[in-house]
């Protein structure tokens, strides 16, 4: 069964960190692109960050510096490392599968004083 599961979400107070983690089972992502994605109240989802196979990476313009996204083949999962964050960082935090659009369900990241 394919599955995307996202951890490491939670309440954090601005400049601090979490890492989230994008664990698949049901296919390897070896050969794959992957990606995160976040979504505010009202807003649309937007990318994130993303990884190839060939460990390629690109980010959105708001949190290059600040965030980090990896992956770990041998454990089939999928990381995203933020650091100084910000308000408005604020937002379900989604993984997605690149090649057949195949998403997680999220986890929520608050980040608030």
């Known amino acids: 069964q394919l599955q995307l599961v996202e951890s490491g979400g939670g309440s954090v107070q601005p400049g601090g960190s979490l890492r989230l983690s994008c664990a698949a089972s049901g296919f390897s992502l070896d050969y794959y692109a992957m990606g995160w994605y976040r979504q505010a109240p009202g807003k649309q989802r937007d990318m994130v960050a993303r990884i190839t196979s060939g460990f390629s990476t690109d980010y959105a313009d708001s949190v290059k510096g600040r965030f980090t996204i990896s992956r770990d083949n041998a454990k089939n999962t999928v990381y995203l490392q933020m650091n100084s964050l910000k308000p408005e960082d604020t937002a379900v935090y989604y993984c997605?599968?690149?090649?057949?659009?195949?998403w997680g369900r999220g986890t929520q990241v608050t980040v608030s004083s």
């Open positions: 997605r599968w690149s090649r057949y659009d195949y």
